[in-house]
């Protein structure tokens, strides 16, 4: 590349990051539905998963807890009944005489008043019992056949529309294979039950649109983070945009003056030239302002933590920026007293350096910033004044956003310098805040605690 085509290959460099800025700017409103609905979308996903995850934890327990309750009641009947038979079986096979008579033991069968039926079929096929439901489908022969075929058979019928519970067992008595047959009515178990279902059910149906209710509250609760970063996500671009755009004008309008005079000596384009150093300088300042912005904000920016003086560095800092002051005829007091606290040496470094030059910018010719530090319970306090115009009140709850700055601001500055203070003071667990004092100017004060933030 020849020193001639260097200003329009400059001068498309800079058209082409100006454009892309631009670009990003218009784009920013475009986004602001699309952000909207995505906010929706993610809104109505997480009720849905909330009401959802609670449907199928419900749904296991209630399952679980019903087929409990089923099995147990179940349990409880089929012993009733076992017990039941086990009184006949044992009047069978003991001896009552030189022969054994079963229609002697018919009160043993026992009937509705004993909650039971019983039954004894003999190897004849004979049937002996109560005769309220002989005639009704008792004993079962089905069951009768399934005992005399195998061991005890148990089984759920129905006689006349009423649910009972069956049980089978062969017995041998002295003259072959008898078949004691019990029963109990069911009813209550499966009215039991139906009521348990019923309240599973509906239960179930008010835990989940009350999951939902409640996941859509914190739903909206959990997107106000996501809606805030989106928010100033694009103030961010729409600001830096409009940051960048200045110095670019400016180091765009000084190419294409070097271009329409490349034959000129230095001295006679000496002013573009400052004017390019300058904005290269604020672009640069800017750019270092960005990334330190962003790291902060993904949370990969760690900071130590040491006993440190804030005195001393307070010392340092004022001594970086001595050499601003005296451009700007501005004079530096430091009013220290010992005050040790725990935190990052650097960044509170920066943290006074960004003060004291804010109030050398806003301070006038002749005036004086004095920088105080004094101890205070469980914590140290750091003041910066100037004496400039001071802040007017609208102002003062956005000193510390990023990229603000007032209407009367100096020129050169970016707008975040009181925007990484007030992110240093809070990674210290301190408070930052800004006023007017009495006798006119600025007042910033800093309060960080002595231990670890």
């Known amino acids: 590349m020849t020193e001639n085509s260097l200003p329009g290959t400059l001068r498309r460099a800079l058209g082409r990051l100006e454009g892309r800025f631009a670009r990003r700017a218009v784009g920013t409103a475009r986004s602001r539905i699309s952000d909207a609905a995505l906010l929706r979308r993610t809104r109505w996903r997480l009720v849905a998963w909330s009401g959802a995850a609670t449907f199928v934890v419900l749904a296991v327990l209630g399952s679980v807890l019903y087929f409990s309750v089923a099995q147990s009641l179940a349990s409880t009947s089929r012993a009733t009944l076992q017990n039941r038979a086990d009184m006949i079986e044992r009047f069978i096979t003991e001896p009552r005489g030189p022969r054994f008579d079963p229609t002697r033991f018919g009160l043993l069968l026992g009937g509705p008043a004993s909650g039971t039926y019983g039954y004894l079929v003999t190897p004849t096929g004979t049937s002996i019992g109560p005769p309220e439901l002989g005639s009704g489908g008792l004993p079962d022969p089905a069951s009768v056949s399934a005992a005399r075929a195998g061991p005890v058979d148990v089984r759920a019928v129905s006689l006349s529309g009423t649910p009972f519970r069956v049980l089978s067992e062969p017995v041998n008595g002295p003259d072959g294979t008898y078949v004691i047959q019990t029963a109990v009515e069911t ?44 928010r100033r996500q694009r103030e961010f671009a729409a600001d830096a945009s409009h940051e960048f755009r200045t110095p670019l004008a400016v180091i765009r309008s000084s190419v294409e003056h070097l271009q329409r005079h490349q034959d000129a000596p230095v001295r006679d384009v000496g002013d573009a030239l400052h004017d390019i150093d300058d904005e290269v300088e604020h672009l640069t300042a800017l750019v270092g302002d960005l990334l330190l912005l962003a790291r902060t904000d993904s949370g990969v920016v760690e900071l130590e933590r040491n006993p440190v003086d ?5 010392g340092e800092a004022l001594a970086s920026v001595s050499s601003l002051a005296q451009r700007h005829g501005v004079r530096l007091l430091l009013d220290p007293e010992p005050a040790t606290v725990v935190g990052d040496q650097l960044r509170l470094r920066q943290l006074v350096t960004i003060l ?39 102002d003062i709850p956005r000193v ?35 006023d007017n004092r009495p006798k006119g100017g600025a007042r910033f004060e800093v309060s960080l605690p002595i231990t670890a933030g």
């Open 187 to 230: 009813t209550n178990e499966q009215h039991t039950l139906s009521v348990l279902l019923g309240v599973l059910l509906l239960g179930g149906l008010l835990a989940v649109l009350g999951a939902s209710a409640v996941g859509a509250v914190y739903a909206q609760r959990a997107l106000v983070p996501i809606r805030e970063s989106l």
């Open 356 to 394: 004291a030059d804010n109030a050398i910018a806003h301070s006038p010719a002749g005036g004086t910033v004095t920088v105080g530090i004094r101890p205070a319970r469980n914590a140290a306090r750091l003041t910066v004044d100037d004496q400039g115009p001071g802040i007017p009140a609208a």
């Open 400 to 434: 510390f956003d990023r990229f603000w700055r007032g209407p009367n601001a100096p020129e050169g500055g970016t707008g975040l310098g009181l925007a990484i203070a007030a992110w240093i003071v809070e990674r210290h667990g301190g408070t930052i805040s800004a």
């Open 310 to 314: 804030l005195a001393d560095v307070a």
